[in-house]
């Protein structure tokens, strides 16, 4: 199982996203923090978005990862940015049909939230801080088996370390 759990885990996180979403009124969340977007969709690139909606789960990602979204995340629909992320992101929204949306207020730029004002004066923008992070520090099965094995690891490589290490080594 890779770390941080598979499909099923990630199927469990959406839904506790979607009821954070309906206990704050909100139609999506915009989730653009790495970390997060790997935790809940399972994409390790460096660049990319995910919208989260009631009946959608988006994941839109530029050429340089069209192959490894639909291979890390192949159970999220895969947006293809072709010019830039806002115009993407406009065209999901419109897609979506969402009228209030989460945006991650502690990953966002005040000059990206004022390009999003600006593209979506129809929608609002409601500002987010730490939706993912608190699930993130609760730690699931497949988490905890991964941080385990790790641990497992470590100790092995240094009971080996203490056999062989001498004095004078380099």
């Given at each position: 199982?890779?770390?941080?759990g598979?499909?099923?885990v990630?199927?469990?996180?959406?839904?506790?996203?979607?009821?954070r979403?309906?206990?704050?009124r909100?139609g999506?969340?915009?989730?653009?923090?790495?970390?997060?977007?790997?935790?809940?969709?399972?994409f390790?690139?460096?660049?990319g978005?995910?919208?989260?909606?009631q009946?959608?789960?988006i994941?839109a990602?530029?050429?340089?990862?069209?192959?490894?979204?639909?291979?890390?995340?192949p159970?999220?629909?895969?947006?293809?940015?072709q010019?830039?992320?806002?115009?993407?992101?406009?065209?999901?929204v419109?897609?979506?049909?969402?009228?209030r949306?989460?945006?991650?207020s502690?990953?966002?730029?005040?000059?990206?939230?004022?390009?999003?004002?600006?593209?979506?004066?129809?929608?609002t923008?409601?500002?987010?801080?730490k939706?993912?992070?608190p699930?993130?520090?609760?730690?699931?099965e497949?988490?905890?088996a991964?941080?385990?094995?790790?641990?497992?690891?470590a100790?092995?490589?240094?009971?080996?370390l203490?056999?062989?290490?001498?004095?004078?080594?380099r």
């Open positions: 199982m890779s770390p941080g598979g499909s099923d990630r199927v469990g996180r959406l839904r506790r996203i979607r009821d979403l309906h206990g704050e909100l999506g969340l915009l989730v653009s923090h790495p970390p997060d977007l790997r935790y809940l969709s399972g390790t690139g460096s660049a978005q995910l919208l989260v909606t009946e959608r789960a994941l990602v530029d050429f340089r990862y069209y192959e490894r979204a639909e291979r890390e995340a159970t999220w629909e895969q947006a293809r940015i010019n830039t992320f806002l115009e993407t992101l406009v065209d999901m419109a897609e979506t049909g969402v009228r949306l989460g945006i991650e502690d990953h966002t730029t005040i000059a990206g939230l004022d390009d999003m004002r600006a593209k979506l004066p129809e929608v923008l409601v500002p987010i801080a939706m993912v992070v699930m993130r520090a609760v730690k699931d497949g988490e905890i991964a941080i385990s094995a790790a641990v497992d690891c100790d092995a490589a240094f009971a080996h203490c056999q062989v290490i001498r004095p004078g080594m």
